[in-house]
């Protein structure tokens, strides 16, 4: 029973490619298979039998026995072998009447009289079905096991004997492409040859003959280094080991080879180095070397002259130009030749007569010399020096001219120039010196005499500014503008001079050189001015900016002792209200600590405002850049201010946008400032209401993010005509809300400020009655991957048997820091001097340091300069931290400078204390 295959177009290309390859289909009748057919006959003792190959659309009879010519190409759609050739052996029908499936073939309908049917397949050897050997029979009959196995010998012998036909084909092809490349090899005008790997030579054409005057049977065996020229040796053989070293096989190569006559001539190769031989091509370049080099000799001599030059014949007609010419004139060698110069470079301004008058004395054969008003190619005016030299010949005869062009615009510009500035000079109320070359006086306006009471008999010859210096004159200033004006350099100064009357003015000098044709500088011309005035008003200014910076100062220094002083009693204060309230009061005196805890703070708080305010006005407060997570902020934050939003009657809430990144770079702690001032001062002017931080993402890139802030109360608003006031400092909204509320007034003008160091601006809308929205936006840096927020380790195991020592001369802060670090497990020891502190490290091993700024006799930070340097790891590594009261300076490169690691602000605020702590004995 015959199962039709089905195949995929992927394969069924593949197989027609495969029998494509043979060539068979295009020759049409192929008797080279009728022996091998009419055995395949004799063995199944059968009259008809053929070979059928199956392509696209037909099924093409190449070989046949019994089967007539109508029948040797038949549609495919309509034959048996498209599918019989894809079994895997022999396909017997013994009676084609029992097999319905045959009955559409139109071999099989050939007559009513076929009944038998065996088909043998025909494949390539990798398995591609190509056709079949079919045998017929109009008697039933059956093969046995010899014939069977004949008949798939017999294809196999097809596929072979096809396979051997394309063999052959495509040898007779290569064998003429071998013969037509030998023949181009053979008369080719230039050399091919092949060497083996050691350069001897194998196969060489017979350009060796022409080109090199030696038969090919002499070159033949011998090796091809002996004929090159002995000084390109080391070159070649460098080029070519160098280049097999980087597995280089291809080379373009030019050397000399030596001829029969013992003439040598130069051979541009090209050779690709393949197992083992060297397959080259040369050709003749000595013509071509020959125009190089002088070609080279003649650009060398033309880069050399920076003049133009022509030649041109008897008749002044121009022959060639040089580079320099087109650069000068814009003219090329194809714009001038054959043309007379003056002609070419002429226009409307040249001096015509001179010109002609020149001519004349060319025709004299005389030579000459012209400055002439000439154009350039682009029609703009040039002026030009030409040297006319004349060439002639042993008849005396004009043989040629060479002419040498000097583009001398600038000289006639600058000589124009000084001529107007002489005009110009003599009626200038700007003194006017003229000088040589060495600065010597030649010429000066009266504006100069009446500035200086010298006249020009009394200055020429002389340097002006030897005659006008005196004691306070700055002659470095002088001696340098002089240096300056010989290397061809203009300056300009300002130097205080001495009148002919003793008298003091200050002097402003702008010098400029003026060079000749040769660049050289020809002479000097000085404008000077009289800015005794000017000097006089910069120096007032200067004074009222010395004082305006005393009085800073000063101011400084006012707030930071007053800031030292007000924290230090308020450090007591804070620190015992503390300690009070962790030690269990009274329910009676709970209240009274609140108090006395809410004022101590506020007036903390009040300090700090103003001398927050006076670092950002005095340049001082700078933001830090370290990671922080900006979600966790505004947790705390909002958590923070809860209890005193229900203190108001308000609802306090936080909006936060998922899509901002878990960790920014920016100052952790002022914008942790800005939005408590906005959260209080909403809080503080909301009864009852809502209060709202809206947090979200504005935009990002992959280094940056853009963050949107919002703060929204439902309080008391702001009028309109007050809200550009409200950011000034000490300033309210209105004339009873300090009053009424409490306050500095300073908290919004900080805000502004400090939003001005993130570049930022805030925005408020408001009305009276209607609440307050203060919005602003921050961009914030990404950090890198290493930068990530400080992981903080639990108290418990971060101060587990550490010891610290605690260096301050008052004992309240003493006894503040002693019941802080004790409750935490801490081993404490303390010193009131920087004397006594030293002797305590030097005999004991500490893991901490808090170390005081202002002490009497060593202060802190040389105590701490002293401890660094003493000799070992210990004293270099041990964490010191400074305990200061002032915040007025960012001391923070003072820290640094003396070897602190950090420092911590008076009064003492627990979490701060415990978080420090944290970070530094965590690591150890």
């Known amino acids: 029973m015959l199962s039709p295959r089905q195949v995929s177009s992927e394969y069924e290309l593949e197989r027609l490619k495969a029998l494509h390859s043979y060539g068979i289909l295009e020759e049409g009748l192929m008797h080279e298979l009728d022996n091998l057919v009419t055995l395949a006959a004799k063995i199944g003792k059968v009259p008809m039998a053929y070979v059928s190959f199956v392509d696209k659309e037909d099924v093409v009879l190449l070989s046949a026995v019994g089967i007539a010519t109508e029948y040797m190409r038949q549609p495919r759609s309509q034959t048996i072998c498209q599918h019989t050739m894809f079994e895997d052996s022999i396909f017997v029908v013994e009676d084609v009447k029992a097999e319905s499936s045959l009955q559409d073939s139109i071999l099989i309908d050939i007559t009513t009289r076929i009944r038998f049917y065996a088909s043998v397949p025909i494949k390539d050897k990798n398995g591609y079905p190509l056709g079949c050997l079919v045998l017929l029979d109009d008697e039933p009959r059956a093969l046995d096991d010899y014939q069977r196995e004949a008949l798939q010998t017999i294809a196999i012998q097809v596929e072979a004997h096809l396979d051997l036909k394309r063999t052959n084909k495509e040898l007779v092809l290569k064998t003429q492409r071998l013969a037509d490349y030998e023949d181009i090899f053979t008369i080719s005008p230039e050399i091919h040859c092949i060497l083996d790997r050691r350069g001897e030579i194998l196969f060489i054409n017979n350009a060796v003959t022409h080109l090199l005057e030696y038969e090919v049977e002499e070159t033949l065996g011998n090796s091809?280094?002996?004929?090159?020229?002995?000084?390109?040796?080391?070159?070649?053989?460098?080029?070519?080991?160098?280049?097999?070293?980087?597995?280089?096989?291809?080379?373009?190569?030019?050397?000399?080879?030596?001829?029969?006559?013992?003439?040598?001539?130069?051979?541009?190769?090209?050779?690709?180095?393949?197992?083992?031989?060297?397959?080259?091509?040369?050709?003749?370049?000595?013509?071509?070397?020959?125009?190089?080099?002088?070609?080279?000799?003649?650009?060398?001599?033309?880069?050399?002259?920076?003049?133009?030059?022509?030649?041109?014949?008897?008749?002044?007609?121009?022959?060639?130009?040089?580079?320099?010419?087109?650069?000068?004139?814009?003219?090329?060698?194809?714009?001038?030749?054959?043309?007379?110069?003056?002609?070419?470079?002429?226009?409307?301004?040249?001096?015509?007569?001179?010109?002609?008058?020149?001519?004349?004395?060319?025709?004299?054969?005389?030579?000459?010399?012209?400055?002439?008003?000439?154009?350039?190619?682009?029609?703009?005016?040039?002026?030009?020096?030409?040297?006319?030299?004349?060439?002639?010949?042993?008849?005396?005869?004009?043989?040629?001219?060479?002419?040498?062009?000097?583009?001398?615009?600038?000289?006639?510009?600058?000589?124009?120039?000084?001529?107007?500035?002489?005009?110009?000079?003599?009626?200038?109320?700007?003194?006017?010196?003229?000088?040589?070359?060495?600065?010597?006086?030649?010429?000066?306006?009266?504006?100069?005499?009446?500035?200086?009471?010298?006249?020009?008999?009394?200055?020429?010859?002389?340097?002006?500014?030897?005659?006008?210096?005196?004691?306070?004159?700055?002659?470095?200033?002088?001696?340098?503008?002089?240096?300056?004006?010989?290397?061809?350099?203009?300056?300009?100064?300002?130097?205080?001079?001495?009148?002919?009357?003793?008298?003091?003015?200050?002097?402003?000098?702008?010098?400029?050189?003026?060079?000749?044709?040769?660049?050289?500088?020809?002479?000097?011309?000085?404008?000077?001015?009289?800015?005794?005035?000017?000097?006089?008003?910069?120096?007032?200014?200067?004074?009222?900016?010395?004082?305006?910076?005393?009085?800073?100062?000063?101011?400084?220094?006012?707030?930071?002792?007053?800031?030292?002083?007000?924290?230090?009693?308020?450090?007591?204060?804070?620190?015992?209200?503390?300690?009070?309230?962790?030690?269990?009061?009274?329910?009676?005196?709970?209240?009274?600590?609140?108090?006395?805890?809410?004022?101590?703070?506020?007036?903390?708080?009040?300090?700090?405002?103003?001398?927050?305010?006076?670092?950002i006005e005095t340049g001082n407060m700078h933001l830090e850049h370290i990671p922080f997570d900006l979600h966790s902020l505004t947790v705390d934050i909002v958590n923070s201010l809860q209890l005193q939003a229900g203190k108001n009657g308000n609802h306090l809430e936080l909006g936060y946008n998922d899509q901002i990144p878990e960790v920014i770079l920016g100052d952790k702690t002022r914008l942790y400032q800005i939005l408590m001032n906005l959260l209080g001062n909403a809080i503080k002017f909301t009864e009852n209401g809502k209060v709202f931080l809206r947090v979200d993402l504005a935009s990002q890139s992959a280094t940056d993010v853009l963050i949107h802030f919002e703060v929204v109360d439902t309080g008391i608003g702001i009028s309109q005509d007050k809200q550009n006031n409200i950011f000034e400092p000490f300033i309210q909204a209105k004339a009873d809300i300090s009053r009424k509320y409490g306050g500095t007034g300073l908290g919004l003008a900080i805000t502004k400020k400090l939003l001005r160091l993130y570049d930022s601006d805030i925005e408020v809308k408001s009305a009276e009655g209607m609440g307050t929205s203060f919005i602003f936006n921050i961009r914030f840096k990404k950090p890198l991957k290493n930068e990530t927020p400080a992981v903080q380790l639990s108290e418990q195991h971060a101060f587990l048997n550490k010891r610290v020592l605690v260096v301050d001369d008052n004992e309240v802060n003493i006894l503040i820091a002693k019941r802080f670090l004790s409750k935490w497990g801490l081993k404490t020891d303390f010193a009131t001097n920087g004397e006594e502190a030293i002797n305590k490290v030097l005999h004991h091993a500490y893991d901490l340091i808090f170390m005081d700024i202002r002490m009497p006799g060593v202060d802190g930070f040389e105590t701490t300069r002293i401890l660094r340097d003493l000799p070992g790891n210990y004293y270099k590594h041990v964490p010191i931290i400074a305990l200061t009261a002032s915040a007025l300076h960012d001391e923070q490169a003072r820290f640094l400078g003396s070897g602190m690691d950090g420092h911590i602000l008076k009064p003492f605020n627990p979490v701060e204390i415990k978080a420090l702590l944290t970070k530094f004995l965590g690591q150890k």
């Open 224 to 615: 091809m280094w002996s004929y090159v020229f002995r000084e390109d040796m080391d070159r070649i053989f460098g080029v070519m080991e160098s280049g097999l070293k980087a597995k280089r096989k291809e080379f373009s190569i030019d050397f000399r080879v030596i001829t029969k006559s013992n003439q040598f001539k130069w051979i541009g190769w090209s050779m690709v180095y393949k197992a083992d031989r060297w397959y080259c091509f040369g050709r003749d370049i000595t013509e071509r070397k020959r125009v190089e080099s002088e070609m080279t000799k003649l650009s060398f001599v033309a880069s050399k002259v920076a003049n133009a030059v022509v030649i041109s014949d008897a008749h002044s007609k121009v022959t060639w130009v040089n580079e320099a010419f087109e650069k000068i004139t814009g003219f090329a060698l194809a714009d001038v030749q054959g043309k007379r110069l003056a002609d070419m470079i002429g226009g409307p301004d040249t001096d015509w007569l001179s010109v002609e008058k020149v001519r004349k004395m060319n025709q004299e054969r005389k030579s000459f010399t012209i400055d002439m008003l000439a154009y350039k190619k682009d029609k703009s005016p040039i002026w030009l020096s030409v040297y006319n030299t004349v060439v002639v010949n042993e008849q005396g005869q004009i043989d040629s001219e060479v002419e040498i062009i000097i583009d001398i615009t600038e000289k006639k510009k600058a000589e124009e120039e000084l001529a107007i500035l002489s005009l110009v000079a003599s009626e200038s109320k700007t003194g006017v010196t003229i000088c040589n070359r060495s600065g010597e006086i030649t010429w000066v306006n009266k504006s100069l005499e009446r500035l200086t009471g010298y006249s020009l008999e009394e200055l020429e010859g002389k340097l002006l500014g030897d005659v006008l210096s005196g004691p306070d004159t700055n002659t470095d200033l002088v001696y340098q503008g002089r240096e300056k004006a010989l290397h061809k350099e203009p300056y300009s100064i300002e130097v205080l001079a001495h009148h002919k009357n003793g008298s003091k003015i200050w002097l402003s000098v702008y010098n400029t050189p003026v060079l000749n044709a040769q660049g050289e500088v020809e002479r000097q011309v000085e404008l000077i001015h009289d800015i005794t005035e000017r000097k006089q008003v910069e120096q007032e200014i200067i004074a009222s900016r010395e004082q305006a910076l005393q009085l800073s100062e000063a101011k400084e220094m006012f707030l930071s002792v007053m800031s030292h002083e007000i924290r230090t009693p308020l450090n007591a204060v804070i620190g015992m209200t503390h300690l009070l309230l962790d030690n269990d009061p009274k329910e009676s005196q709970l209240n009274d600590l609140n108090i006395l805890k809410f004022s101590s703070e506020n007036l903390l708080h009040i300090i700090n405002d103003i001398l927050d305010f006076t670092k």
